[in-house]
């Protein structure tokens, strides 16, 4: 099942109370498209680097059979760059410096070649620029869509807008209380998904994930793990994961998204065991299929 990923690549410089990490690789389509590579072998990917995305960046995605010929290279510009400091409870952190660089003048082109890809996933950028994709895709069977408080609150018109013509929307808790005007998530989630997504999860960091469907809510809980080095990426390896799954399922219903909600959550808890996307790009499909039963394990009783 061919996949299309639009969203920003990026250069991090993360520092927690557990180390610091300098010119990461980053940016929402690269940790969505690292974390689908492990389940589909047809990615393509679209965004916008300077002339210091060198060879080993772009190999990197190769290795994952990510195809990078939508990616477009500034050669006169700076890949876009981020610096953030995370606090010691992990779930809040300082932006230091934002320099958007070619970024801020993105303007995504989709190949010929691109168009017809079945499954859609919209990393977290303009609304406008997500609709500009929507427009230039033909027909895809899913769409996935991610966004951030910045547009919720820079450009709420635009992003309604575009959620109209979106399957799957993916966001976290005070996202979704911000969009929905409501503090009651179960509340939030039927506004929202009025606003045109059947299918809304909501991440809760540490606390797992809520899926929301006609067919009523799924919790999945969040895995205990000992050592949390760098949060950056997790939400969007979660829509990687649960993307990967339900291409590799090559069928959508109730219980596959559960599936998909526990993989997605099993690729994040590996996303956040090193800085940036370190610990994606040497994973293998035996690691993470283990992590899934452990997922399954978490909430299993045994009735005697």
């Known amino acids: 099942m061919s996949i299309l990923v639009v969203g920003s690549l990026a250069f991090d410089n993360i520092e927690t109370p557990f180390g610091r990490s300098d ?23 679209v965004g916008v680097v300077g002339a210091d995305f060198d060879e080993e960046h772009f190999q990197l995605l190769h290795n ?20 953030g400091r995370y606090h010691y409870d ?24 691109y168009r ?16 500009k994709v929507l427009d230039q895709v033909s027909n895809p069977d899913l769409v996935i869509l991610d966004t951030m408080n910045f547009w919720i609150e820079g450009k709420p018109e635009a992003l309604k807008k575009t959620l109209e013509r979106v399957d799957i929307f993916i966001l976290n808790d005070s996202e979704a209380r911000l969009l929905s005007g409501n503090p009651n998530l179960v509340k939030s989630a039927r506004i929202i998904r009025k606003m045109g ?21 799924f919790a999945a809980p969040a895995f205990p793990l000992e050592s949390i080095y760098d949060p950056t990426g997790a939400g969007d390896t979660f829509a ?7 291409s590799r399922a090559g069928e ?10 526990l993989y997605g959550s099993a690729m994040a808890s590996f996303c956040v065991e090193k800085f940036g996307t370190e610990k994606l790009a040497g994973l293998d499909l035996l690691e993470i299929d283990d992590r899934y039963q452990s997922f399954l394990d978490l909430s299993k009783i045994d009735d005697q």
């Open 252 to 261: 959508i219903n109730d219980t596959e998204l559960r599936k998909a909600v």
């Open 240 to 246: 990687g994961g649960f993307l990967g799954h339900l």
């Open 116 to 131: 017809d890809a079945r499954y859609l996933c919209l990393g977290n950028i303009d609304p406008e620029l997500q609709m």
């Open 23 to 45: 010119n990461t690789l980053g940016g929402s389509s690269t940790y969505i498209a690292l974390s689908t590579s492990y389940f589909s072998d047809d990615i393509k990917l």
């Open 90 to 113: 992990m779930n809040t952190r300082d932006t230091l410096d934002t320099q958007l660089n070619v970024f801020a003048e993105f303007d995504p082109h989709v190949p010929q070649a």
């Open 64 to 83: 994952k059979g990510i195809d990078t010929r939508g990616i477009q290279v500034v050669d006169e510009g700076k890949t876009f760059r981020w610096s």
């Open 197 to 217: 997504p059947k299918t809304l999860i909501i991440k809760k960091g540490e606390h797992g994930a809520l899926l929301f469907t006609d067919d009523g809510i």
